[in-house]
């Protein structure tokens, strides 16, 4: 009966070694940069919506614009940021922090709206941005090189 749970031990233990020397030479190989016409065309719409953003933000504060617009402008970027597809693996990481970050500005002005505290919300996204910027700034070598500039989002 020993001999029967030794020999089972064994099996178990060298399937678990076949397994993980299988598996482990199935990984992906990490993508390099690139700059493809997507990458481009959300190079151009991400700095034309940040800047939008930024002029909408500068009316609210001067008392220009309600915060109704300002809503609904973050919200309409976010919607246009959700449908691009970059191909380049830093641009579309910056492109969900990007969702992330006019959904968390967004929020933050319907709760000041209200009255509320917005201050978690906007202080997710401005946190948001800055890792944006640093995932960007980190990028930028490599993606100007292939002819991608990101200056305008920087």
Known sequence: MRRLG???AGLAALCALALALAT???AKPATGHTCSATDRQFIQAAAVNMTALGLWGEQYESGDAKAGEVISEAKREEKTMRA???T???LAQARRLLVGMLAEYA???EIQQHHGNAGPHMYRA???ANY???VLQKAQP???TRGCDLTDLL
């Open 6 to 8: 030794l020999t089972a």
């Open 24 to 26: 482990n030479g199935r």
């Open 84 to 86: 691009m597809g970059p």
């Open 88 to 90: 380049d693996p830093s």
């Open 107 to 109: 929020k933050a002005l």
């Open 126 to 128: 401005y946190g948001l």
């Open 132 to 134: 944006v910027h640093g």
């Open 142 to 144: 490599a993606l100007v």
